[in-house]
């Protein structure tokens, strides 16, 4: 089907609009099986996914869901609701739109299920539990088309993975299904288009004209940025005059925590009272709709926001985008300010506000790369596995089900394509009966295989739990913020269960913008109340994290090899000025060490220049070398530049530390004690089933009845080393926070040539280190010796000694 | 042997590091919930099947503590098990295992919130123990005195100069000590949680648990 129906020309041409050439390429198409569309944001690219729909349901009727749509945010499912029904009521299209999210209401669920409508929008995690259920073959009877947006997006994450096992199964259960991604720019399309294809479909890639290059700059202050942090506080008097210049604008910050110190900030200097808001992940559900409703209506001048707002939501009249602290990656830099200027042609309009001098460096760096074309990006592994354990046991939900039928629908999922049948079995038995050496639970397994030999859940009562816990999205375990009761009982968010364990009565931070007072805390919920007094502690709130890629890592490094720096305001040139001078620069092709004391500890700074993963793995095979040296590390930190080392006594020659055969023969045993890898284990386990962070009769208490996932993992490690789970934790560490490969490589880099300067003082570049986030302790020695300090500190004052 | 040493009641008692209490001069170890066959229980009811190894690492540590000390009596402080179902369903190995660690001693099984009622294992089953001065419970009695009890799984948070460490901890005044959790599967309750604070006099200390016991006033 190619032509247009004479209903939806005609509403084109109402407008004066003609439909754009991609989107009537996307039409047609409309008969493929696969389809990917590469377009600019505001390219009328959500136009071009359900134009095909509109047209199916002008001309031929259809009883039930015709299109699936999936977004990864719930807020565009539910901004895409509002953007299409628009057109459909004008066009008198006889269709239903509806969206189903963790937000959409019980009854309205559960409406949905027996009556779909003919268009649904919804997320991976929706529609993985809609597929758990065992009327999902008449749900989703008559499923035409589904698409797939922000697939760029979904790619890089587990919740893509989710979602392509939940293709895979659909497809089974409406064998004409069609599928269309829509994507932003990428660096590799072809990849992208097997993900999203039935494997081995081929899968055509459509490309929407990119439009004018985007005006993009770096905001010039008055005052320079300083040192360190990552709050850009002397930024805003500038912002704020953008603000004032500009209908709408979007601030983006990379953590929630500089977001909700920043608008705080922001506030304190808005003498004419702009209206502005503030929306991230770990802000309560009402509060965020309130400022979603009130940005749609254009009352708002600006919103202080994350990665929440990432992505295609189109709000309104957006003309700026001001991104506060480093991009730290191209590709999604170029992504977040396509997010101006939601017309076709129109440049976008972009600032960059460094937060500290550091990422001045790294902003100019990015903004050659802009300029440039240059898009980074590193191909992702197979499919893993702990997905397709838990998307196993999702299957089971939905009744009993045969091996050979699911190894085959999973394999013709694109990440999965390659994985073997034993991949596929071990992963079986671990949902049957958890895959241990010791046969222990024969009598309890979780499936059990019937005379007829399909695979079912043992005990009904199980689908309740594995549907509470679907998903892959991993929030470290947070408590729900609220007004004590007596004063409202109002909830306010969410802060990280261990921000809550460090707060003691009295303590103050910041959440949705206002400062609160830690008053206790009530079953499992923080009560605060409002305290305007004081200084706030910080809110650690777990943000999206972004690795700075290797080509502006590569890029960083060649400037600082510059004799002077022409392009940097003279602030920052000062500073790398005075950095050349105290002590020097990294260099490629050498290894810069910095050894100085600060606040009671002895600390190194090893700037590797490898990548956040590779300089987190770095630290700890260092901080083990140094445990054994009996030098009492305590922790350390990682960036994508640097690894610093704190303990309690100082490095005095680093040259033996980077011994390559030593860190290589260590890897194995380090890696197995260490936090990170507890960290990764606990985010698999709960992916693949072996944690249950939601049970029913609400969540875990925190009490003496749960215990801490640390423990199940020691404990496989010694009993059951080659257990799935550990396998996978260390696949999952190897190509994700392991990555010991950019280590292999920094180190042939270097070879000998390690410069260690040891100082009396913090130096300039590594200043902004000490106050990173993330910091990894080391459970060592010094712990002891800690303890027994600080209890002989406690017995003596209290006369007790 | 890593101790700290409690005076109570006119006796000298010994917080181990391993979160058990030893009284030399009568011989007798105390253990408090091992919780022993938590992972079956949790499978039986439709749960997860957690690594089933926590019976032979509760046991192998119980074992390293009875060899350390020669002590005469053990008494289990009730929570041994998971539930009662749970320790009828000990694999055999885990049964004689139990038996040989039983063997030439006086073994009491006190009963807990978990396991209240006989369980099909040596030793002698009560609900609760007296050895004067001593009173062996599972749950704190308000007024008692002398008294050993377990339930709460109290640890302590200790903040020092560098980060806040977090371990299972005896608490002890002078009328009781409430004992860490034992078993390998067990989670802690803060000592300053209203339970534990309104429970121990304001002179309480705590005894964190690991590697070297440390004594410190009981954190509120």
């Known amino acids: 089907m190619s032509a247009l129906p004479q209903l939806i020309t005609d509403w084109f041409a109402a407008r004066g609009w003609q439909p754009h050439p991609h989107q009537l390429a996307m039409l047609a198409r409309a008969e493929d099986p696969a389809t990917l569309l590469i377009a600019p944001t505001g390219g009328g690219k959500t136009m071009a996914g359900f134009l095909p729909t509109l047209a199916e349901l002008a001309t031929h009727p259809h009883a039930g869901l015709h299109t699936l749509y999936v977004s990864p945010l719930k807020a565009l499912a539910a901004d895409i609701k509002r953007n299409l029904t628009g057109p459909v009521t004008e066009m008198g299209l006889p269709i239903r739109i509806e969206d189903r999210t963790g937000d959409t209401s019980a009854t309205q669920k559960r409406r949905q299920r027996v009556d779909p409508p003919h268009i649904l929008l919804t997320t991976p995690e ?101 040192w360190a942090g990552g709050g850009a506080a002397y930024a805003i008097p500038a912002v704020l005059e953008q603000v004032k ?38 802000l309560d559900r009402l509060q965020r709709q309130r400022v979603e409703a009130a940005m749609v209506r ?125 991949e596929f079995d071990a992963c079986l038995d671990f949902c049957a009966t958890g895959g241990y050496a010791l046969a222990a639970y024969d009598r309890w397994r979780r499936l059990m295989q019937r005379p007829d030999g399909l695979w079912q859940l043992r005990d009904p009562r199980a689908v309740t739990n594995i549907r509470m816990n679907i998903g892959t999205i991993q929030d470290t375990d947070t408590l729900q913020v609220r007004l004590r009761r007596n004063r409202g009982g109002k909830p306010l968010g969410e802060i990280e269960e261990s921000f809550a364990a460090t707060l003691t009565p009295g303590d103050t931070f910041l959440i949705g913008g206002q400062i609160v007072k830690y008053e206790g805390l009530r079953e ?47 602030h920052t040139a000062d500073w790398l000025s005075l950095q050349r001078e105290v002590s020097r620069l990294p260099q490629q092709g050498r290894l810069l060490v910095e050894s100085f004391p600060f606040d009671t500890r002895a600390h190194t700074c090893v700037y590797g220049f490898a990548g956040r993963n590779a300089q987190q793995t770095l630290g700890l095979l260092l901080t083990n070398r140094l445990e054994e040296m009996g030098l009492h590390p305590l922790g350390f930190v990682a960036t994508d530049y640097a690894t610093l080392i704190w303990g309690l006594d100082p490095v005095e020659d680093p040259a033996p530390l980077f011994d390559a055969a030593r860190l290589r023969e260590g890897l194995g045993t380090w890696l197995a004690g260490n936090a990170v890898m507890k960290r990764t284990f606990k985010t698999s386990a709960t992916i693949a089933g072996l944690i249950e962070r939601n049970r029913p009769g609400g969540r875990k208490t925190g009490r003496q009845a749960t215990f801490s996932s640390d423990i199940l993992y020691d404990t496989l490690q010694k009993y059951d080393p080659d257990h799935l789970l550990l396998q996978i934790t260390r696949e999952e560490a190897l190509r994700g926070l392991v990555d010991f490969g950019r280590i292999e490589e920094m180190l042939a880099r270097i070879g000998t040539r390690i410069d260690h300067v040891r100082l009396d003082r913090v130096t300039p570049l590594a200043a902004p280190m000490l106050l990173e986030v993330g910091k990894v302790p080391v459970n060592g020695a010094a712990e002891e010796r800690l303890l027994a300090e600080e209890a002989a500190r406690l017995l003596e004052t209290a006369g007790i000694g | 042997m890593n101790a700290c040493d409690l005076s109570f009641c006119g006796l000298r008692l010994r917080a181990l590091g391993s979160g058990a209490l030893f009284w030399p001069e009568a011989g007798v170890l105390c253990v408090s919930d091992l919780h022993l066959g938590k992972s079956e229980r949790m499978a039986r009811r439709g749960g997860a099947a957690l690594p089933p190894y926590e019976t032979r690492d509760t046991l192998t540590r119980l074992a390293a503590d009875l060899d350390a000390t020669g002590a005469r009596v053990v008494v289990c402080l009730g929570d041994s098990f998971d539930d009662l179902g ?67 799984h109290p640890k302590a948070v200790i903040r020092t100069r560098a980060r806040a460490i977090s371990r299972p901890a005896f608490l002890a005044d002078r009328d009781r000590i409430v004992m860490p959790a034992y078993g390998t599967y067990t989670g802690g309750l803060r000592c300053d949680d209203a339970a ?15 590697a070297v016991p440390h004594m410190v006033p009981m954190p509120r």
């Open chain 1, 126 to 226: 929706s529609l993985a539990l809609l597929l758990s259920y065992e009327d999902a073959p008449r749900i989703f009877a008559g499923l035409q088309r589904v698409v797939v947006d922000e697939i760029h997006a979904l790619a890089e994450s587990k919740r893509g993975d989710q979602l392509f096992l939940g293709l895979a199964r659909l497809q089974g259960l409406c064998p004409g299904l069609r599928r269309v991604g829509l994507s932003a720019t990428v660096e590799d399309p072809a990849a992208i288009a097997r993900l999203l294809a039935r494997h081995p479909d081929p899968c055509a890639i459509l490309q929407a004209d990119p439009g004018p290059a985007p005006d993009i700059r770096m905001l010039e202050t008055a005052e320079a940025p300083p």
């Open chain 1, 245 to 282: 210049a500009h209908r709408t604008t979007l601030i983006f910050h990379n953590t929630r925590a500089q977001a909700e110190i920043f608008f705080h900030n922001l506030w304190l200097a808005n003498d004419e009272g702009l209206p502005i808001g503030i929306h991230h992940g770990s």
């Open chain 1, 298 to 422: 254009g009352e708002l001048r600006a919103i202080v926001c994350t990665g929440t707002l990432d992505l295609g939501i189109d709000w309104g009249d957006v003309d700026l985008i001001i991104q506060i602290g480093a991009p730290k990656n191209v590709k999604r830099l170029v992504q977040r300010i396509g997010r101006a200027n939601h017309r076709y042609n129109a440049p976008s309009k972009a600032l960059l506000v460094p937060a500290n001098r550091f990422e001045v460096v790294e902003c100019v760096a990015a903004l050659e790369a802009v300029r440039e074309g240059a898009l980074d990006g590193e191909p992702r592994g197979p499919g893993p596995r702990d997905v397709l354990c838990q998307q196993i046991l999702i299957t089971a939900c939905a009744g009993p089900f045969d091996a050979e039928a699911l190894f085959a629908e999973v394999t013709s999922a694109g990440p999965y394509a390659a994985l073997t049948r034993a």
């Open chain 1, 524 to 570: 499992m919920t923080v009560e605060v109340s409002r305290d305007a007094r004081k200084k706030p502690r910080i809110a650690t709130f777990m943000g999206t994290k972004f690795a700075t890629s290797t080509q502006l890592s590569e890029r960083i490094l060649a400037l600082f090899a510059q004799a002077d720096w022409p392009q940097l305001p003279a």
């Open chain 2, 86 to 152: 749970a320790a009828a369903a000990l694999p055999e190995a885990e049964r004689l295992w139990i038996t040989r660690l039983q063997a030439g001693r006086r073994w009491v099984w006190i009963e807990g919130n978990h396991d209240a009622g006989p369980v099909d294992l040596g030793g002698a089953h009560l609900a609760e123990l007296a050895m004067a001065p001593l009173t062996f419970r599972h749950i704190a009695l308000a007024g008692a005195v002398g008294e050993i009890s377990g339930h709460y």
């Open chain 2, 196 to 210: 534990l604070a309104g429970l121990m006099r304001p002179d309480a200390v705590a005894v964190l648990t690991g």
